[in-house]
């Protein structure tokens, strides 16, 4: 089986708060790993991330031991940035042995090609994230931030999604939102599944012989696509049940 999933936001909250959301996450990934040869991280697992060369975000610990424990296990584990945890540096790879990609990632199983992408960027009238998105991935912007003391950088990450996502959250894209449109046009290109989150909207959309999914969130109604081998299905982890099936 290979599992999907996006948009936890681990440090969202109070610290009480967080603490229940990382409890239901972590059951996720005791409840997968029975029969999960592939986990695709699709962005935003935290709420913000930003590391040093000898330091990282304390809160994080256990969901970073259970990632081990897969990775151990035999589970490949392949996380792509979202625009939360985009100061991804080596730690995932060197500690965890958890490939980390900055773009999207294009990946064959069992005969179908899939299409990853964690979404941001890709609405229609959204050309000021696109910017900000440059600048704050650029050279430039990473040296500078890592001259900061570890407690001010991480508070001002934790500050700097806090304000991102108000911003995504009020902002109209649109009754398709471009989202929509970009992934039928990678299913015109010769994708068989495409698969999303950002934009906090569990949903399937079937285009000729392809299918786009997006992940939703886990802030309110967590849910997670499987792939059987055969069948991309978009799942409730509340209910254990097909979307739309509760």
């Not at 990934?29 to 991330?49: N, P, S, T």
């Not at 992940?215 to 081998?229: C, M, Q, R, S, T």
Request: proline letters at 2%; a neutral charge; one cysteine or more.
């Amino acid at each position: 089986m290979i599992y999907f999933v996006s948009d936890v936001h681990l440090g969202l909250g109070k610290r009480e708060e967080e603490i229940k959301r990382e409890n239901k996450f972590l059951n996720f990934l005791d409840f997968i790993k029975k029969d999960c040869e592939i986990l695709y991280l699709v962005g935003d697992i935290f709420d913000y991330w930003f590391e040093y060369d000898t330091v990282i975000p304390k809160y994080f610990y256990r969901t970073l031991a259970k990632l081990y424990e897969l990775s151990e296990r035999g589970i490949k584990v392949e996380f792509i940035m979202g625009n939360h945890d985009f100061g991804l540096r080596s730690f995932f790879p060197e500690e965890l042995n958890i490939t980390v990609y900055r773009d999207d990632i294009i990946r064959n199983h069992n005969g179908k090609q899939f299409y990853i992408s964690h979404g941001d960027g890709k609405a229609l009238n959204d050309l000021g994230y696109k910017i900000l998105k440059k600048i704050l991935r650029a050279n430039l912007s990473m040296k500078l931030f890592l001259k900061l003391h570890p407690d001010w950088g991480i508070n001002l990450a934790k500050g700097s999604s806090h304000k991102s996502r108000n911003y995504t959250g009020k902002k109209n894209y649109g009754s398709d939102e471009g989202m929509n449109q970009f992934a039928k046009d990678r299913i015109d290109e010769g994708n068989d599944f495409v698969i999303m989150g950002h934009r906090h909207l569990a949903s399937e959309l079937n285009h000729k012989d392809g299918k786009y999914i997006n992940l939703g969130e886990w802030i309110k109604n967590p849910h997670y696509a499987v792939f059987d081998g055969v069948n991309l299905i978009l799942k409730d982890f509340n209910y254990g049940s097909n979307y739309g099936n509760k």
